[in-house]
């Protein structure tokens, strides 16, 4: 079964923790599934490479998740071989004052992909329909005008050449324990650590709800939610890589058509 179809998130989506722990890509052999993953990466690389040399494709990776849930992890383990040149890493954490004086989607729309190019948003304007309703900065009728908005924000890019592929990192609550308790006792970890993270954990099972009803409201198939199984950090990058590698292929990419005033052309 391809990963689109085995990950992608269904009506009525219920995040349960167990679901975290499910590896149905893994062979079986951590060493395996990791060259495996460095395998793909590199094959997503040359697609890039071709969708950068093209100008006619935007694509746009969401990372969303928990705290600790692997953000990070999967832009270095994914996208670690391709061009510079040709992606763009975003990071969404609390909008500045310049940023709240705008609509919400102001700074995100600055950060979408330009044609060419693969951007990954670390975080996203799905903050903006969890951590506020979690906190009750907003109420349930703002969080419905905001899923209608996010809506058609996600069709007019779609409508304008952007794949969008949006990515719910999944961990259980105990893995998540066991990450944070591992940044506060390795020193070399502090840097990584925000007392922030154990308010919001706080709010685990709430968030597990907003997660589901985020994706039951947004999901369409030019905008479509993956959730990814994270337990496993060398899973969900073999998920995430296949995901996106099939959605490249399925561009049916090829480079552009040879320039004829070059042909035959001798450099002295």
């Keep these: 079964m391809k990963a689109c179809k085995q990950f992608r998130a269904g009506k ?8 975290a ?81 705008h609509d919400y989607l102001w700074r995100v729309h600055q950060q979408v992909p ?5 951007v990954v948003f ?36 779609a409508e304008t050449g952007t794949i969008i592929i949006k990515c719910l990192l999944h961990i259980s609550k105990d893995e998540q324990r066991n990450r944070l308790q591992e940044r506060i006792d390795d020193p070399a970890k502090h840097w990584k650590f925000d007392m922030q993270d154990l308010e919001e954990r706080k709010s685990w099972d709430k968030y597990q709800v907003l997660f589901g009803k985020a994706i039951d409201a947004t999901d369409a198939d030019h905008a479509p939610w993956y959730v990814i199984p994270a337990n496993s950090k060398t899973h969900r990058n073999l998920a995430i890589a296949s995901i996106l590698l099939e959605t490249l292929t399925d561009l049916k ?15 002295e």
Excluded at 114 to 118: L, P
Excluded at 147 to 154: G, L, N, P, V
């Design 122 to 157: 670390n975080r996203s304007h799905y903050e903006d329909v969890l951590i506020t309703r979690v906190h009750g900065w907003i109420d349930e009728a703002e969080c419905e005008r905001r899923y209608a908005q996010i809506r058609d924000f996600e069709r007019m890019l």
């Design 12 to 19: 009525q989506t219920n995040i349960k923790d167990a679901d």
């Design 21 to 101: 722990e499910l590896k149905p890509l893994s062979s079986g052999d951590k060493l395996k599934d990791r060259d495996q993953v460095a395998a793909l990466a590199a094959e997503i690389a040359v697609l890039q490479e071709m969708l950068y040399a093209a100008q006619e494709h935007k694509v746009l990776v969401v990372l969303q998740g928990t705290d600790t849930s692997g953000k990070d992890g999967t832009v270095k383990g994914v996208f670690n071989l391709i061009n510079p040149q040709g992606i763009q890493i975003a990071n969404f954490k609390a909008p500045s004052t310049i940023e709240r004086a």
């Design 253 to 267: 990419l090829k480079p552009p058509p040879a320039k004829p005033e070059l042909k035959g052309l001798k450099i």
């Design 114 to 118: 330009q044609r060419g190019e693969i």
